[in-house]
């Protein structure tokens, strides 16, 4: 959909045209749960409305009761370009990022690579597309937004000090754009000027040295730079400390802060973007997020552990708006200022940032719970800025809700509507046992995708194949239609019962687990693994297979999140 400054017509569903004030006004207690209902969405925004007039957050409802009746109803579908959830850990990866559509066939087709120097240091190389594409900023809510390879923000460079970046941007939209990065570079590199401009079907190299050290960021820098950076043309760039340029104390900080060293593993690197979307082209925003998704954080809290370093990487590139903000209840946080040093003497709760600052933020969970964060003005944090973190202790959490010498029973109900039960396999199978998050997650359709490729390695060891998500029994049967049949039951758990069971689920905390579990024909748990991201690797769950089948015990492999 072309974009001139108006909203053009679309098969999909539209914001309705009422300004920022107007859906605060519909909602009486300025809540985006009560603006977004139906009503709004077309366009009946009433002073009348108030939040008990939408049986989606009525009071008593599960949602109202755990976000207070702040949010969304429904979710924000993660497609081929874009998961928000992925964002927050994504760099230098092709998973999600720098995919063209088919019908454009370009020279090079990768997003990513790098090439080790003569002096060590790197070259890392990248492909950017710019393209023109609806994006989904809340449930039903789609935004006409210029892309950085299809998604908003674009994807995040990572390069250690010293390192030379090259990327090649192709402009495959349909106004000129250009790349623009804070940082140290030539002026023929800077893509600002007008003989700088890349005109739609044409491409240019940007080639610098990563500098200085710190949290940088990139974007359109084409006139009006307002419409430019607000449709969504920016994204994060970190640049890493080289830990052999420092001495003592700073050399271990710099070690931390660098993932090619141990030290960085045991922190949890967060990627925010703070961004607000005027729907409705007045110059206000209606919508704020961080990263881009109204609510995502507070229906898919962030699983952190306790006495994790917890590192955020906080990028402001909110248009329209002078401040924007970041608050952590619940504990403080040290604050980087742009990560150019690696020590601070700021240590707070709240953050304050313009336009196109950035900082680093560094804290350690100290107890279990559901931690909030948000924008401190409140507009913005009940207009879509707020998440929670999921706190965790790892040892408690693979402890609970499981015996490991014999697996739970259950009966769920799959795709076709027959009922499934653990107990149907007993001395017939032995059975892979996956708990996945369901449509949302596009990490987990590459899960199923894959295990999919290896049902035939699984029954060849005698074993069968159930996987298991809080998708509803008619989102598993829609799929079936509108992708293709799985050769394996998809078993619907909307209230988590069964996966609480095998802790894949923490109600206290409203955390999910990916778990895979080996169990075998006489219903023991002979092998498991439970974490933040869904096991692809089935190397160590054959060979269990495989020894079970040979009369081996294969030893319990338990890994917690993180």
Known sequence: MKDDGVVKQSNKPRPGRASRRAFLAASGAASLGAAWAAPALLGQTNGSTR????????????????????GTVGEVRS???FDPIAFLTNYNKATLAGKVPPRQRWAANTFYRETRRPDGTRLREYQFVAMDREIEIAPGVYFPAWTFNGQVPGPTIRATEGDLVRIRFINAASHPHTMHFHGWHRHEMDGTFPDQYVQPGEEFI????????????????????????????YGAFIVDPDPNRYEGALREVAKTRNPDFPENREVRELIMVMNGFDTNFDGENEVYAVNTVAFQYMRHPIPVKVGQLVRVYLVNITEFDPINSFHLHAGFFDVFRTGTKLQTTEHTDTVMMCQGERAILEFRPRWPGRYMFHAHQSEFAELGWMGLFAAQDAQQQLARGIDQASAPDFALVDQHDRMVRLSDYRDQAHLVLVFHLGVVCSFCRDQLALLEQDTATIRGLGAEILAVSSDRPSVNRANVVAR????????????RAVAAQYGA??????????GTFLIDKHGRIRWKYLGDQPLMDHGALLAALREINHGARPSLISHGPG
Do not use: N, W
């Open 51 to 70: 939040a008990k007039d939408f049986p989606g957050i009525a009071p008593g409802h599960p949602r109202a009761h755990r976000m207070g009746g702040l």
């Open 79 to 81: 497609d081929e370009y």
């Open 206 to 233: 940007y080639e610098f040295e990563a500098e200085p050290v710190g949290l940088h960021l990139y974007h359109c820098h084409l006139v009006p730079l307002k419409r430019h950076i607000h449709k969504g043309m």
């Open 484 to 495: 293709h049949e799985r050769p394996f039951p998809l078993l619907a758990d909307p209230d």
């Open 505 to 514: 689920y923490v109600a206290s905390t409203g955390q999910e687990l990916h």
